[in-house]
Structure formats: structure tokens, C-alpha cells
T-cell receptor, first 114, second 116 residues
């Protein structure tokens, strides 16, 4: 089954404790991206990757890091989480050359930083 | 300025009736794509429909259609024959092809509740 898998789905952590949210896709997509969703703001892009070893900032990259060492994986790293990073996070992927460029989303990871 | 505006925070509709969810957008890029996603209470994002800026006809997918009015920069989603399972948050989104980063810019969403 074609899918984007995120882990963990739910996490409560404390300020300053490094954490990683993993994302893996099995569709051989070149493009991957991270979004955060906050009430009243919709989804905002954090980082994206056009292909292996190619990553770039989105609209709200502060406080986050990413890496793309393999095509299928695109982890999101919070080196020192703060309460304002409490949010619902989505990983998404798509084919680079797809006509519609539809994004396939993971199921979301709900993060709470105390 | 907001690139995607959804002016209806919440909507109610009776089961089996049609409903229109509004979306206006702002871009100077001549090449762009417009998307609608559904987010049920379980949280996942479900792709519904896509309209390209050069597409001559309005997109349709089953009970979903996109009323694309390019001059007015609007891309309203029409759901015909509403079902209880249509109750969800709906997001309009745009990709501007000229940016190169393939990001979708989302509106703030409309929560639709279908009443029996």
C-alpha cells in the first residue's frame, strides 16, 4: 500500500529535550516536505527536499532541522523544543514531475512541548 | 497579504443538499494549481480535487466539483448531495509554479457539519 508513515503519532515532551519525528514514504517520490498545522493558520511549510541531499527552508523553519540521506526518509529534528512548537505536524511527498503535484500526507504527529 | 482566503470558519448543511465552500486566492504567477483537501476528525489530510490555472474546464471528482473563476481569483468547492461522512475541515491550497519549491499555501480552513 502506497503511504507516508510518520512516527511517533503522539508525543509529549519537555522544553529542551531533543526529539526526532521520522517520516518514510514507499512511493519513490523525489519531493518531501514538512508542515505544521495550528488553529486558524492552516498548514505552513517548515522544510522541504527536492531530492536526496537537497533540502531547503520553507515558511517557518526556525527551531527545526531536517536531513535527506535516503530518498524514502525525511526526519524532522527539534534540537531544543519549546512550547511554541506544540503543534500537529505533517510529512508529505510527491512525484517531482507529476502533473497535478498532489501531495500525499502522512497521518500527522501531534506534539506537545511542556 | 493572505494568499489563500477562506472566509467561512464554519458551515452547516442538511444531508443530501449541496454546499459551496468559498476560496479566493492571490497570486501574480500565471502558472499555478489549486487544491482542496479534507481533514476529518481523525486528522489525516485527504486530497479531493485539483484545478490547474490553464485548465479550460472546471475540475470534477465524483460529488466534488471546483467552481474556478479565474478573473475573480476564486476556486470554490461544491459538494453535491452531502453525506454525514462529509463532516470535516476543508482546506483550499495553492501551488505557485514559479516559486520552484513546490510548497502548498493553505487557507485557514472551513469546518463543515452535515446535519441529518
Amino acid at each position: 500500500e502506497a503511504q507516508v508513515t510518520q512516527n511517533p503519532r503522539y508525543l509529549i515532551t519537555v522544553t529542551g529535550k531533543k526529539l526526532t519525528v521520522t517520516c518514510s514514504q514507499n512511493m519513490n517520490h523525489e519531493y518531501m516536505s514538512w508542515y505544521r498545522q495550528d488553529p486558524g493558520l492552516g498548514l505552513r511549510q517548515i522544510y522541504y527536499s527536492m531530492n536526496v541531499e537537497v533540502t531547503d527552508k520553507g515558511d517557518v523553519p526556525e527551531g527545526y532541522k531536517v536531513s535527506r540521506k535516503e530518498k524514502r526518509n525525511f526526519p524532522l529534528i527539534l534540537e531544543s523544543p519549546s512550547p511554541n512548537q506544540t503543534s500537529l505536524y505533517f510529512c508529505a511527498s510527491s512525484l517531482q514531475g507529476a502533473n497535478t503535484g498532489e501531495l500525499f500526507f502522512g497521518e500527522g504527529s501531534r506534539l506537545t512541548v511542556l | 497579504a493572505q494568499k489563500i482566503t477562506q472566509t467561512q470558519p464554519g458551515m452547516f448543511v442538511q444531508e443530501k443538499e449541496a454546499v459551496t465552500l468559498d476560496c479566493t486566492y492571490d497570486t501574480s504567477d500565471p502558472s499555478y494549481g489549486l487544491f482542496w483537501y479534507k481533514q476529518p476528525s481523525s486528522g489525516e489530510m485527504i486530497f479531493l480535487i485539483y484545478q490547474g490555472s490553464y485548465d479550460q474546464q472546471n475540475a470534477t471528482e465524483g460529488r466534488y466539483s471546483l467552481n474556478f473563476q479565474k478573473a475573480r481569483k476564486s476556486a470554490n468547492l461544491v459538494i453535491s448531495a452531502s453525506q454525514l461522512g462529509d463532516s470535516a475541515m476543508y482546506f483550499c491550497a495553492m501551488r505557485e509554479k514559479g516559486t520552484g519549491r513546490r510548497a502548498l499555501t493553505f487557507g485557514s480552513g472551513t469546518r463543515l457539519q452535515v446535519q441529518p
